[in-house]
């Protein structure tokens, strides 16, 4: 009886090997400073070139080791990199963050991302950020963020795909990051200034400029009716509730202050939707206090016709006789 042998392709072979892993739920981050750690790289092109592991601490992020691509004087770059399986929901919009750099002037690579249900190029068809041009970056790293959306609820893999002409030096990747979804109705975070702080008499007053969100976490536009601007105190149990319209800036004053530190936590209301919140922390130190002043009594007394005379100083005497004449 002849014996078949079964060959898998090695790209098949790569997918059944990370899908055999565990998946994982927002948040979740990798700094590869174990290699590639859950990530799984694939030469595209098939030139024997392919994103890499440092493994070297100064290649990453920080002095850290992180991961690189080298592009080669023959051919260009066609590489992708897949992360492991994230379970990520419809209708919820998560942010995709990492650091990159390209030392070599002049040099450029193009990144996109993509997901699928397999960690396989054939399978990256959803596309959750678009292609974007890399240069030079002075020798730093820059950081880049991206909001990502999926479908539909399942295990998903998050392919970045590299490209780029020949001979175009080194790329540097580090600390992919995808946070915790948010609801894509959501309205935005509103941007709340540092509280400024008066003293009247024996109060204490604190004042916020609030600038009211335009649209959603997901993109939508908040229209053109009136918004409900939450406004909380940490050591209070209710929340003070302002209303204006979407991109309005408005000023929320606290007429009784806390002397202790305290958080504001901001949120904006849309469509029976509560937002993203916004924080501000309370500390009134003495350079931040503008004091209101009770009129100056010398002042007012003369302007009244009185003059207050100043106590005479006692005169020194050089000697008992001196006293006595006086």
């Known amino acids: 009886m002849m014996k078949r042998t079964l060959l ?29 750690g859950r990530f799984t790289a694939y030469d595209a092109n098939n030139d024997g070139n392919k994103i ?61 991302w993509k997901a699928g249900t397999v960690p396989e190029t054939a399978a990256m068809v959803t596309s959750v950020a678009a292609q974007t041009e890399y240069g030079y970056t002075s020798g730093s790293f820059e950081k880049v963020t991206r909001k990502i959306t999926v479908p539909s609820d399942g295990d998903w893999y998050l392919g970045l795909h590299l490209t780029g002409v020949a001979d ?15 609801g894509a109705s959501m309205p935005e975070a509103p941007a709340v200034s540092e509280p400024s702080f008066t003293v009247q008499g024996d109060k204490l007053t604190a004042s916020l400029d609030i600038t009211l969100p335009t649209h959603t976490v997901g993109g939508s536009s908040l229209g053109t009716s009136p918004v409900a601007v939450n406004i909380l105190r940490s050591d209070n149990e209710t929340a003070a509730t302002v209303s204006a319209l979407p991109g309005a800036t408005v000023v929320y004053t606290d007429v009784d202050a806390s002397t202790q530190r305290v958080t504001y936590t901001v949120t904006c209301t849309a469509g029976g939707v509560e937002g993203v919140a916004a924080k501000a922390d309370s500390a009134p130190l003495r350079r931040n206090l503008m004091v209101s002043r009770p009129p100056n009594r010398t002042t ?20 008992p006789q001196a006293y006595a004449t006086r």
């Open 168 to 182: 175009q030096g080194t790329f540097y990747f580090d600390e992919f990051k995808v946070s915790e979804g948010i």
């Open 52 to 112: 890499k592991a440092n493994l070297n601490f100064g290649g990453g992020y920080n002095y850290s080791k992180g991961i690189y691509y080298v592009g080669t004087p023959d051919s260009g770059a066609d590489d992708w990199l897949f992360s492991p399986a994230l379970i990520l929901k419809a209708g919820m919009v998560y942010e995709l963050s990492y650091m990159y750099r390209i030392p070599d002037s002049g040099k450029t690579y193009n990144v996109e």
């Open 300 to 319: 007012s007394s003369r302007s009244a016709g009185m003059r207050l005379r100043r106590p005479r100083a006692p005169q020194p005497c050089s000697s």
């Open 8 to 36: 898998i392709a090695p790209a098949l072979a790569m997918a059944m090997a990370a899908m055999g892993q565990a998946s994982f739920t927002p948040p979740f981050s990798e700094s590869f400073e174990e290699g590639l």
